[in-house]
């Protein structure tokens, strides 16, 4: 039997035998599965087109979605960079390692501090024992001790919008009678938006997308199985892009904010994350444009899937290789007047994530079961044979994939603690922040003592999917209430013994 042969009926027959067979292929080395993982940086799920949005450009994923899993509720356990991507390559959720927050230490430390574990071990070094070492090109983060590296690529533009070095200075020197129209939030002065006088080969996202091919050039040429992550930093601030990959505003159907919503959201987002994001500051067309450069940036980001699976077809290897494309959180676009993340709403914590392999996964298939991204590495080790450690939260979501699991997470969870932020107006009057979202409803509140008050926010994400009412003061939902708040203390609970 040929490998081809082997990775279609032995490896494929995954979906309907045992752990038995990931013995078989932990054994020959040969024949495990490639690893080509794609991620975004603050890049929501409704940013792919195949979630749903037809304004959405991104044909190259959406037909890996076709011809893979796509999950359709993918919760990241963390709405900022650092936690979230910790949580995924621990398995563990963010305050058993001690990582709640990007910033400073605390005023006043949170107790639950006392019980946390910053280092657990990373679960990709569990690819370095049997001979493959994980490779990285792109944004590092969380992962700088681990990856074997593989370049980055800078921006022209800074967070400000300003040209970034001599090369950023001389494209826009060079662009003549350019309209150059940059949105930037009022406190904290960050890019947003806006379209720049440079060609899509000169992006930063591009120039990454060069070194993403070149890598995996390098090792699809070798005859043993290979990790690669090619990490992008699209579409996070500064959020720019060339006028070509621009997304019509009029296409965009998002809802804008308005003072009227905002009077029953919770007091921590009327006052000190309104401060912190700014989004009434913005005049429609300041919205539109961001917008715009937003979907825009994801599209680039598309293009070089496009040019990453090119390379794998040429090379012989796409069929063996699992193909994961996810992020680290989303990103508001001005919904309930906040921009960027931090919060903890659908559009921040729901990620694209998306499975493709021919050898081993079904095809077109969509997994509508909640998710949390703990799950996604021991997935990962699942697929290519690994073993899977018993004594973390994260577990391996094939059982959903092969069908053998119609129920997955009573409930699914995502915290930040404000009180470690790097901005001066989230610290004060904050704490940890939780969220217990089930398929129907959404619970947010201060789980925290240091906190005020607990200054909840409940949707009810059937009949509220933009969650723009805010039902937590009505004595009709305290059973509600009071069942998701058990929930979130029992998590809290069970994870920290």
Same mark, same amino acid.
């Given at each position: 039997?040929?490998?081809?042969?082997?990775?279609?009926?032995?490896?494929?027959?995954?979906?309907?035998?045992?752990?038995?067979?990931?013995?078989?292929?932990?054994?020959? !080395?040969?024949?495990?599965?490639?690893?080509?993982?794609?991620?975004?940086?603050?890049?929501?799920?409704?940013?792919?087109?195949?979630?749903?949005?037809?304004?959405?450009?991104?044909?190259?994923?959406?037909?890996?979605?076709?011809?893979?899993?796509?999950?359709?509720?993918?919760?990241?356990?963390?709405?900022?960079?650092?936690?979230?991507?910790?949580?995924?390559?621990?398995?563990?959720?963010?305050?058993? /390692?001690?990582?709640?927050?990007?910033?400073?230490?605390?005023?006043?430390?949170?107790?639950?501090?006392?019980?946390?574990?910053?280092?657990?071990?990373?679960?990709?070094?569990?690819?370095?024992?049997?001979?493959?070492?994980?490779?990285?090109?792109?944004?590092?983060?969380?992962?700088?001790?681990?990856?074997?590296?593989?370049?980055?690529?800078?921006?022209?533009?800074?967070?400000?919008?300003?040209?970034?070095?001599?090369?950023?200075?001389?494209?826009?020197?060079?662009?003549?009678?350019?309209?150059?129209?940059?949105?930037?939030?009022?406190?904290?002065?960050?890019?947003?938006?806006?379209?720049?006088?440079?060609?899509?080969?000169?992006?930063?996202?591009?120039?990454?997308?060069?070194?993403?091919?070149?890598?995996?050039?390098?090792?699809?040429?070798?005859?043993?199985?290979?990790?690669?992550?090619?990490?992008?930093?699209?579409?996070?601030?500064?959020?720019?892009?060339?006028?070509?990959?621009?997304?019509?505003?009029?296409?965009?159907?998002?809802?804008?904010?308005?003072?009227?919503? #905002?009077?029953?959201?919770?007091?921590?987002?009327?006052?000190?994350?309104?401060?912190?994001?700014?989004?009434?500051?913005?005049?429609?067309?300041?919205?539109?444009?961001?917008?715009?450069?937003?979907?825009?940036?994801?599209?680039?980001?598309?293009?070089?899937?496009?040019?990453?699976?090119?390379?794998?077809?040429?090379?012989?290897?796409?069929?063996?290789?699992?193909?994961?494309?996810?992020?680290?959180?989303? /990103?508001?676009?001005?919904?309930?007047?906040?921009?960027?993340?931090?919060?903890?709403?659908?559009?921040?914590?729901?990620?694209?994530?998306?499975?493709?392999?021919?050898?081993?996964?079904?095809?077109?298939?969509?997994?509508?079961?909640?998710?949390?991204?703990?799950?996604?590495?021991?997935?990962?080790?699942?697929?290519?044979?690994?073993?899977?450690?018993?004594?973390?939260?994260?577990?391996?979501?094939?059982?959903?994939?092969?069908?053998?699991?119609?129920?997955?997470?009573?409930?699914?969870?995502?915290?930040?603690?404000?009180?470690?932020?790097?901005?001066?107006?989230?610290?004060?009057?904050?704490?940890?922040?939780?969220?217990?979202?089930?398929?129907?409803?959404? #619970?947010?509140? /201060?789980?925290?003592?240091?906190?005020?008050?607990?200054?909840?926010?409940?949707?009810?994400? !059937?009949?509220?999917?933009?969650?723009?009412?805010?039902?937590?003061?009505?004595?009709?939902?305290?059973?509600?209430?009071?069942?998701?708040? !058990?929930?979130?203390?029992?998590?809290?609970?069970?994870?920290?013994?």
């Amino acid at each position: 039997m040929n490998r081809r042969d082997f990775i279609r009926t032995g490896i494929g027959a995954y979906l309907g035998t045992t752990a038995a067979l990931a013995k078989t292929i932990a054994s020959k !080395k040969s024949q495990r599965p490639n690893i080509l993982w794609i991620m975004l940086d603050d890049g929501r799920a409704d940013a792919v087109g195949c979630y749903g949005k037809k304004w959405a450009k991104t044909p190259h994923l959406d037909r890996l979605a076709e011809k893979g899993v796509r999950f359709a509720t993918a919760v990241v356990q963390n709405p900022v960079c650092v936690p979230s991507r910790t949580s995924m390559k621990t398995g563990h959720y963010c305050n058993t /390692f001690g990582i709640t927050a990007m910033g400073k230490p605390p005023a006043v430390p949170g107790k639950y501090m006392d019980t946390a574990r910053p280092d657990l071990p990373n679960l990709l070094n569990t690819w370095k024992k049997v001979g493959i070492t994980p490779v990285n090109v792109g944004k590092i983060h969380a992962y700088r001790k681990d990856w074997l590296r593989k370049g980055d690529a800078s921006a022209l533009v800074d967070f400000l919008a300003r040209p970034r070095g001599p090369e950023g200075q001389k494209k826009f020197d060079e662009a003549k009678d350019f309209d150059y129209r940059p949105v930037n939030i009022k406190t904290h002065r960050w890019m947003i938006g806006g379209i720049v006088p440079y060609a899509p080969e000169d992006t930063q996202t591009w120039r990454l997308g060069d070194l993403g091919v070149k890598a995996l050039e390098e090792l699809a040429a070798k005859d043993e199985p290979f990790f690669l992550r090619v990490s992008f930093h699209a579409p996070h601030v500064p959020c720019r892009i060339p006028k070509e990959y621009f997304i019509d505003p009029a296409t965009i159907d998002l809802p804008l904010p308005t003072e009227e919503e #905002l009077k029953s959201k919770p007091r921590f987002e009327r006052e000190q994350l309104r401060v912190y994001a700014g989004g009434l500051d913005l005049t429609k067309e300041q919205i539109d444009i961001c917008r715009g450069t937003y979907y825009g940036m994801v599209s680039l980001v598309d293009t070089q899937v496009g040019r990453l699976v090119e390379v794998l077809k040429k090379s012989g290897k796409f069929d063996n290789t699992i193909i994961a494309f996810n992020s680290d959180q989303g /990103f508001q676009l001005g919904e309930h007047g906040l921009w960027k993340k931090r919060v903890l709403y659908e559009q921040n914590v729901c990620v694209p994530f998306i499975l493709t392999c021919p050898a081993l996964l079904g095809k077109g298939k969509v997994i509508d079961e909640p998710v949390e991204m703990i799950d996604f590495v021991p997935t990962l080790m699942d697929l290519t044979g690994l073993d899977v450690p018993k004594d973390i939260p994260g577990r391996s979501l094939m059982p959903l994939i092969t069908g053998k699991a119609k129920k997955w997470n009573k409930a699914v969870f995502c915290e930040i603690d404000h009180s470690g932020s790097m901005y001066e107006e989230l610290r004060n009057r904050s704490g940890r922040r939780v969220m217990v979202r089930t398929k129907e409803w959404k #619970l947010i509140y /201060f789980m925290d003592e240091r906190a005020e008050d607990k200054d909840g926010a409940l949707y009810n994400l !059937k009949k509220d999917p933009d969650e723009k009412i805010n039902l937590y003061n009505l004595k009709e939902h305290a059973k509600v209430i009071n069942r998701l708040e !058990k929930l979130a203390q029992k998590w809290d609970k069970n994870r920290r013994t």
